[in-house]
């Protein structure tokens, strides 16, 4: 079946640091791809996402690649900011009539000043 | 962009009672909506798949008559934990869309205690 995995955390940066959160999926046909973003005590927000091999998602100056060579969809930003401190999921949503999101376990970042 | 109310954001109960939430899409009509349930540091499990007007479809290993969903409309899906035990404390999260839309919206989530 499809499945997500994350590398685990926490990941801790400095400010400014380049930020890579790792991420491979596997899936039956063409799924869809995304990066949500958990803050402390809140629910999801959808982050980027990518649906087709090749597409780049992008925001807030994340980026993420979705790879079908390698099943990988990579998390990165250029520099962080402590108000970036979060849990990041990968999750895949199956392509055909599937339409349930899976996740990874989830990353935690931790960005200090 | 689409919005998804859920409520109450965190309830203390006690054992044996039943605990309803609420998850309503305030500016769309959601014609799926998922149920998740998170512990603590871990990712989220897919409980039930609602969709509008028909029974839900339960992940396995969740039982469906001490989780009750109902979606009666396309604004509303109801989550009702019953006999409620320490156990159940969790962070449910719903998640609203419409069927063959890539991305879903969460709500923003229900802190369950159950004393």
């Known amino acids: 079946g499809n499945s997500v995995t994350q590398m685990e955390g926490p990941v801790t940066l400095s400010e400014e640091a380049f930020l890579t959160i790792n991420c491979t999926y596997t899936?039956?046909?063409?799924?869809?791809l995304f990066w949500y973003v958990q803050y402390p005590g809140e629910g999801l927000q959808l982050l980027l996402k990518?649906?087709?091999?090749?597409d780049k998602g992008s925001n807030k100056g994340f980026e993420a690649t979705y790879r079908k060579e390698t099943t990988s969809f990579h998390l990165e930003k250029g520099s962080v900011q402590v108000s970036d401190s979060a849990v990041y999921f990968c999750?895949?949503?199956?392509?055909?009539?599937?339409?349930?999101?899976?996740f990874g376990t989830g990353t935690l970042l931790a960005v200090q000043p | 962009g689409a919005v998804v109310s859920q409520h109450p954001s965190w309830v203390i109960c006690k054992s044996g009672t039943s605990v309803k939430i609420e998850c309503r899409s305030l500016?769309?009509?959601?014609?799926?909506m998922f149920w998740y349930r998170q512990f603590p540091k871990q990712s989220l499990m897919l409980m039930a798949t609602?969709?509008?007007?028909?029974?839900?479809?339960?992940e396995q290993g969740v039982e469906k008559d001490k989780f009750l969903i109902n979606h009666a409309s396309l604004t509303l899906s109801t989550l009702t934990v019953t006999s409620a035990h320490p156990e159940d404390s969790s962070f449910y999260i719903c998640?609203?869309?419409?069927?063959?839309?890539?991305?879903?919206?969460f709500g923003s989530g229900t802190r369950l205690t159950v004393v």
């Open positions: 998640s609203a869309g419409l069927a063959g839309i890539n991305g879903y919206t």
């Open positions: 899936a039956t046909g063409y799924p869809s």
């Open positions: 990518a649906t087709k091999a090749d």
């Open positions: 999750a895949l949503r199956g392509g055909g009539a599937t339409n349930k999101l899976i």
């Open positions: 500016d769309f009509q959601a014609t799926t």
């Open positions: 609602s969709n509008e007007g028909s029974k839900a479809t339960y």
